[in-house]
Structure formats: structure tokens, C-alpha cells
């Protein structure tokens, strides 16, 4: 069985946003350990919910 995709639905909600892992990484000041934790984990595209939730960066001491 099909099922017609109204694409005037996705226009309103939305679609999810791509990041290159790099781009991300310079973006928010990731480390290259950590760059290449997500480049393993996530491989060189990711979501932008799927590097948020999976990004660590260390704390900035004073």
C-alpha cells in the first residue's frame, strides 16, 4: 500500500538541518580529539540534534 506525501506539510515543519562534522567543530570550538570522536561515531554528516547530543567539550576554567 502507498501513501501520498503532501510536500506543503514539510514546508511548514521543516526538515531536519545536515552539518558537516568539521564544520560543527569549528563552529563550536570542538577540540580535534573530540572532532574525531564525532567523525567515528557519526561518520562526515550529521544532524545538528545528533552532534548536539553527542558533542563534550571541557569545561573553560578561569
Known sequence: MS???DLDQ???VGLR???SVSEFAKRYRLDREEESRLLKLLGPFASEQELL???SRAP???
Open 3 to 5: 501513501e501520498r506525501i
Open 10 to 12: 514539510f514546508e511548514k
Open 17 to 19: 538541518k545536515v552539518w
Open 53 to 55: 547530543m553527542n558533542a
Open 60 to 62: 573553560r576554567y578561569r
